[in-house]
């Protein structure tokens, strides 16, 4: 059987070897054929200037006259050469979006000079060539056949899908094979983003060898520049082989890929099926649009109704109709991947412990080393993103707004709530397992959700701190290390043991408890039953007590659950009931059934379930905002200390005890070199044309969120990747980036008188700031930084480096985006502040030395001091501080130092570390000594 590519590789081979003969023609052929013609044209018995001049004076014969003409050819070649030199490098260096976008040499080519385009066109159509003999376009989406059969034409048929309303789930997309009759639905964990302005369907297509996204979005969506589209519909979505789709440029044969196919669109022929076997399409009636709402598992995604966006002729703005539903409560669930679902009451939770967890990360992180903060895991930044939205106000309904948001999930419960799952899309308390007798879950989802209550109640007690919490669980060395492992036996609201332990500590409770309702009986309100969703101001709290039921102690745990009650205890069992307890079957999705006859519910109750993986992500976590070090699954355990850091969330403003000293880093703004300077450490701020007073202070709080990203990202950004960040409503993502460039657009050429350009270049779906009109802050830092400590400058003097940094912080005027709650933005803060304190620390270790001068000790210190101002809460640079303080005698800036710091920390539940405040012995007993 011939393959269904062989054409096209021949073809692509013989344009490569015609392309290459026909460069090493050009390169090779052209000097040996002047060699040779004509030999060398430089004179043979010229040997000086002056003779060279006489011999030009002479009359001009054919001998001269071949020699010039040999002479321009000789350069002709050269000229020639170097471009081919040049376009070899563009090629090398273009390569993966030549990978993507076979087009980009065309325009290469089209933008050039005719005296250039000579070289291009042969080192890119060779180029062209040779990745079309790797990896060739597919002529169309046909399934192989087995030899001896004739190849079966495939028909892919879906049911219109109009961007839905919010309601449980979104309909099944069918995909036809014709002569097969089989079908597949769409994976409901997946769903695909509603349309943007029409109606949209879905189709799975299955890859086979040689496609590419391009290719596919070209074939299918009729627009090749729409594969992130594509990438972004399916790069979350886990394949038959347990692979996702990470990078663009792979896509394995036998994947399924969900394509968004608009109404309108225009894709290329495909082939027709066989008319016999071709099945009458569903139709739907353009008019009518079927309600559909998204499951909780699909987080923070929200859906509008088909045709809700529209964009206002005159200012560009999106219009929304009296169709869209803003009364709709958002979800209560987050879904985590295959086989995770999380609470917004626990990620609240998360989002708690990942202040802690930046804090922790950089507390003691030494300056020397280069390893960068490990990034979080993406199943915790996802239920950070939905938990950090659940929190934020409520945004008013806004006819200006230049972008439509995504409906944001329910609020969290209150702090020190535990939930265990989701009814009617509401949140169910710890409360319901409070059953007398005890709760027995049992099933294969029965390891999942109790993996996920235990992550509940360590989350709850992160929104508690430093405050005890209030919902406590005591498990079995044996089942905690199954479910959470790694863990230690007394960590924040988790106690491990051994099963008699564990009935001995549940019994100590319930005396306790017992105990501090009789000495509160005066009081009325201490004689109502507590709750976990108020828990009391005082007393012991609830106890949960996990366990598997043994023979030996199924008499004391029976006798303890007769005790279970809300607020008080909860015995709950996993596999083997107790006598007289509820049974819970628990199916992989986490659904709950009685089978045991018991009372259910009339809307099922779905309970959170976590898998392994998710489970250790979160362990590891919560760990390391304890200043406790996780087991690590990829880097080894550095044998350094916990490293240094600041608070992402402290606002960068000075003190009311700060020294009076002047210690703030000169701040004069750097001469500006380009129409337009954007300030994004500190305040977001614009300034155009070199002027003191900046401009577009007028401009939307959204707007100066989109210039940071992408002055964050100067190498671009895909526009799915920004409406991700920014939380755009997906039905109007497009239109509401559109609004953003216009803003953008307006405000900078009212101020630059710019026309020609656009201040946001644009390619495909790839956006970015301008490099020839708009420089930034950020880049001059990172510049500076670099120019600093770069590896050619190991022997520069010391006061180049103290010069470099000096510059570098005069661009640091506080941390990344100040001022904006954008939780996007914080890695880049602490990234920025990360190699702003390194710097000064190193500077700092040398001024500590004993050939440093005082004026390089006051100079560092005020670096010192500038960078504590903004970051009080760094324990090493307090650390430095106060050493230099007292280097020069400074006792009363020294003790400042140490007292702001142990101030913050105390906010953040925690102390200076013991070689901190060490530093405060010396300093008294030189002062006593002193009043001797």
């Not at 029965?446 to 993996?451: C, D, L, M, P, T």
């Not at 960068?652 to 001469?671: D, K, L, N, Y």
């Not at 000790?857 to 007292?886: F, G, K, N, W, Y």
Request: charged share 20%; aromatic share 4%.
């Amino acid at each position: 059987m011939t393959h269904p590519y062989a054409p096209q590789r021949l073809t692509a081979a013989l344009t490569a070897g015609g392309t290459l003969a026909l460069t090493l023609a050009l390169l090779a052929g052209m000097p040996y054929v002047l060699w040779k013609a004509t030999g060398l044209p430089w004179p043979e018995h010229v040997s000086s200037l002056g003779e060279f001049g006489r011999r030009l004076m002479q009359p001009v014969g054919d001998p001269l006259m071949i020699d010039l003409l040999a002479v321009v050819g000789w350069v002709c070649w050269a000229a020639f050469a170097c471009t081919v030199v040049r376009e070899t490098c563009w090629y090398t260096t273009h390569l993966p979006q030549l990978l993507r976008d076979r087009h980009a040499h065309d325009e290469h080519v089209a933008a050039l000079s005719v005296k250039g385009s000579l070289a291009a066109l042969c080192i890119g159509t060779l180029v062209i060539a040779l990745i079309g003999l790797w990896r060739p376009q597919p002529v169309g989406a046909q399934q192989p056949s087995s030899p001896g059969e004739e190849r079966v034409r495939i028909a892919a048929t879906a049911t219109l899908l109009p961007a839905p309303v919010r309601q449980p789930t979104f309909p099944a997309v069918a995909v036809t094979v014709v002569a097969g009759a089989t079908s597949a639905g769409l994976d409901p964990e997946h769903p695909g983003p509603p349309g943007t302005a029409g109606e949209v369907r879905y189709i799975e297509y299955t890859v086979i060898e040689g496609d590419t996204l391009w290719d596919i979005a070209h074939t299918h969506m009729g627009d090749a520049l729409t594969w992130p589209r594509i990438y972004a519909l399916n790069k979350d979505r886990v394949q038959s082989d347990g692979a996702q789709l990470t990078d663009p440029d792979l896509i394995k044969p036998g994947w399924e890929l969900t394509i968004p196919v608009a109404q309108n669109a225009t894709p290329s022929p495909t082939p027709a099926p066989v008319p016999d076997a071709m099945p009458s399409p569903p139709s739907a009636p353009p008019t009518e649009t079927a309600p559909t709402q998204p499951t909780p598992d699909q987080g923070t995604d929200a859906s509008h109704e088909a045709g809700a966006c529209h964009v206002d002729a005159e200012s560009g703005r999106p219009a929304e109709t009296a169709a869209r539903k803003t009364d709709i409560p958002g979800p209560a669930a987050i879904g985590l991947g295959e086989a995770s679902l999380i609470g917004i009451t626990a990620a609240a939770g998360l989002l708690a412990a990942r202040r802690y967890w930046y804090w922790h990360q950089h507390r003691l992180r030494e300056p020397d080393r280069e390893t960068e903060v490990p990034a979080l895991s993406p199943l915790v930044d996802k239920a950070a993103q939905a938990a950090h939205a659940a929190t934020r106000p409520r945004r008013p309904q806004d006819p200006d707004a230049l972008v439509t948001y995504r409906t944001p999930p329910q609020k969290p419960r209150s702090a020190g709530t535990v939930t265990i799952g989701v009814r009617d899309n509401a949140e169910v308390s710890l409360d319901e397992l409070a059953l007398p007798g005890g709760c027995a879950w049992t099933g294969p989802g029965s390891e999942g959700a109790a993996r996920a209550l235990l992550a509940g109640i360590l989350t709850a007690a992160e929104r508690q701190r430093p405050g005890p919490p209030p919902v406590t669980v005591i498990v079995p060395e044996h089942l905690a290390e199954s479910l959470l492992p790694g863990l230690p036996a007394q960590f924040t609201a988790l106690a491990q043991s051994d099963t008699a332990e564990t009935i001995r500590a549940a019994e100590q409770h319930l005396v306790t408890h017992a105990r501090t309702q009789d000495e509160q009986d005066t009081d009325p309100a201490a004689t109502e039953p507590a709750s976990t969703n108020s828990a009391p101001k005082t007393g012991p709290g609830t106890l949960v007590l996990l366990t598997v039921p043994d023979a030996a102690h199924t008499a004391q745990l029976q006798a303890l659950a007769a005790c279970s009650r809300p607020g008080t205890l909860i015995i709950l069992t996993l596999g083997a009931p107790l006598p007289g307890a509820v049974l819970w079957h628990i199916a992989d999705d986490g659904t709950t059934a009685h089978p045991d006859g018991h009372d259910q519910p009339s809307s099922p109750l779905r309970l959170f379930h976590l898998t392994p993986e998710a489970g250790r992500d979160m362990a590891e976590v919560l760990l390391t905002a304890h200043g406790q070090r996780p087991r690590q699954r990829i880097l080894p355990i550095p044998t350094s200390p916990p490293p240094d850091g600041e608070h992402p969330d402290i606002p960068a403003t000075p003190t009311a005890e700060a020294p009076a000293r002047p210690h703030a880093v000169e701040v004069s703004r750097p001469a500006q070199t380009k129409p337009v300077r954007l300030h994004v450490l500190g305040p977001i701020t614009l300034y155009a044309r070199g002027h003191q007073d900046p401009v577009g202070t007028n401009l939307r709080g959204e707007v100066h969120e989109f210039l940071a990203l992408l002055a964050a990202h100067p190498t671009g950004l895909l526009a799915s990747d920004i409406a991700d960040k920014l939380h755009l409503d997906p039905g109007c993502d497009h239109n509401a980036l559109k609004n953003l460039r216009r803003a953008v657009r307006r405000a900078l050429r009212a101020a630059t008188g710019i026309t020609a350009q656009e201040f946001i270049v644009l390619q495909g779906e790839l956006h970015k700031l301008h490099p020839e009109l708009v420089e930034t802050d950020l880049a001059d830092f990172a510049h500076c930084l670099k120019e600093a400590f770069s590896v050619s400058g190991v022997d520069k003097k010391e006061d180049d480096a103290l010069s470099a940094v000096r510059d570098a912080l005069a661009h640091y005027r506080g941390p990344f985006a100040q001022g904006g709650d954008y939780l996007w933005a914080d890695a880049i803060r602490e990234h920025c502040a990360v190699k702003a304190t390194d710097a000064v620390l190193r500077l700092a270790r040398q001024a500590e030395g004993a050939d440093a001068t005082s004026r390089e000790q006051d100079a560092v210190l005020t670096l010192l001091e500038h960078l504590s101002t903004i970051h009080p809460d760094h324990e090493r640079l307090a650390q430095h501080t106060i050493r230099l303080c007292q280097a020069a005698g400074r006792h009363d800036a020294a003790r400042h130092t140490y007292t702001r710091l142990r101030r913050h920390l105390a906010d953040l539940g925690l102390e200076p570390e013991p070689a901190t405040r060490s530093l405060s012995t010396p300093r008294r007993h030189v002062r006593q000594t002193g009043a001797l």
